[in-house]
């Protein structure tokens, strides 16, 4: 029998966040493709669409006026998925299997720039950096309001994302409750915070606890296995395609030097480098296949600040700042990973290894290449 190699065999890896496995199949990585292509969005946008809601001055769907905005832009969205509380209570289950429970919230929309054509990957750093001051005025905003109990942060790029708008922009929205994927992520960080570990050099969480994402990082900042899931880093951040990867180009973004709970407790030092960091993941994301690369990107944190940045009061202490960046394609601007079949009824699988994906992205240049072309 052959000796394992994890290029060749397929294999299940764990994924502690979630509790979840993934199945690994990198011998189907070169399986011939018949299936569904999807259209490339195009890069040739104009700086100013007299059509689109987001750009300045524009009137959108709901007949509300955008401003004529010089930065970024926020407003409260037109068709919002939660409405503001109190809501009304639930009515009495018919049976136990039928529970429902009110939510409430509300839902802002972040424009990043009044440039229709502007991606993160092509802006500056210094309007990186106001984006990133937005996502905090908001955090804080909706997360101090009566009954707001967690707050999302998160960007959907693309119209292969169910993105309805090319202009640049991300999302926020409020909840009278904590969402299943973070609620599950700080139990896990919270059962790892009480369990004995082993002692380990990486930053320590709350009070000295062990922190799963501080040692995680740890791990691959300090290459324990060899493999080399890193992407890029910088003096603060690490973006690495993680050991338990569902997406093909799947990104983790870490704060890595010490323990971060939220946005709100970043230095302005590290809000430079994390300005710096996001501009290089989504350069390397374009140039990999030469086309506006989509994703859906998500911030995970304390589900709201404290007052203040330096209480540790709340049970939330356990969260380490962390973001998501899940982009569906697979092996072309044209052909995407579906989630259907197998991992809709047994497990998430995998072609590519997490590893392979890292070295792929590694090798992308951070010159964006509608910009080398020019």
């Not at 908001?138 to 693309?158: C, D, L, M, P, T």
């Not at 169910?162 to 409750?177: I, L």
């Not at 049970?315 to 579906?338: G, I, M, Q």
């Amino acid at each position: 029998m052959d000796q394992f190699n994890p290029t060749n065999h397929p294999h299940r890896r764990f994924n502690p966040l979630t509790g979840e496995h993934i199945l690994v199949s990198p011998h189907r990585s070169k399986r011939p493709w018949l299936g569904q292509v999807e259209a490339v969005q195009s890069d040739d946008l104009p700086q100013y669409d007299a059509k689109c809601y987001l750009c300045p001055g524009n009137s959108r769907a709901g007949g509300e006026k955008t401003e004529k905005y010089e930065q970024t832009y926020t407003f409260v969205n037109d068709f919002a998925a939660v409405l503001p509380p109190p809501m009304p209570p639930a009515p009495v289950p018919p049976h136990p299997l039928l529970t429902s429970e009110p939510v409430g919230g509300g839902c802002d929309v972040l424009v990043f720039h009044p440039r229709h054509d502007l991606t993160i990957a092509r802006l500056s750093l210094q309007d990186i950096q106001c984006i990133i001051a937005q996502w905090i005025a908001i955090y804080v905003k909706r997360g101090s309001e009566a009954g707001i109990k967690h707050v999302q942060i998160f960007e959907n790029k693309g119209s292969i994302m169910g993105c309805s708008n090319p202009h640049p922009h991300g999302q926020v929205w409020s909840f009278t409750t904590v969402p299943t994927l973070p609620s599950k992520e700080l139990a896990s960080l919270a059962r790892y915070a009480a369990s004995p570990q082993p002692l380990s050099a990486a930053p320590k969480g709350h009070a000295g606890l062990p922190c799963l994402l501080c040692e995680y990082s740890f791990v691959e900042v300090n290459n324990a296995d060899k493999e080399g899931r890193v992407v890029v880093k910088n003096e603060h951040w690490v973006a690495v395609v993680p050991w338990w990867a569902t997406w093909p180009f799947e990104i983790l973004l870490l704060p890595y030097r010490r323990h971060i709970p939220s946005i709100l407790h970043l230095t302005d030092e590290e809000r430079l480098s994390f300005a710096d960091i996001l501009s290089r993941i989504t350069k390397r994301y374009d140039n990999l296949f030469k086309c506006s690369f989509a994703y859906s990107m998500g911030i995970h944190q304390r589900p709201i600040p404290h007052t203040s940045p330096n209480s540790t009061s709340d049970e939330d202490d356990v969260a380490h700042l962390h973001l998501h960046f899940d982009p569906p394609l697979l092996r072309s601007s044209t052909v995407k990973k579906f989630i259907a079949g197998i991992e809709l009824m047994a497990e998430i699988q995998r072609d590519l290894t997490p590893e392979q994906a890292a070295e792929k992205l590694r090798a992308c240049p951070e010159v964006h290449y509608l910009d080398a072309s020019n």
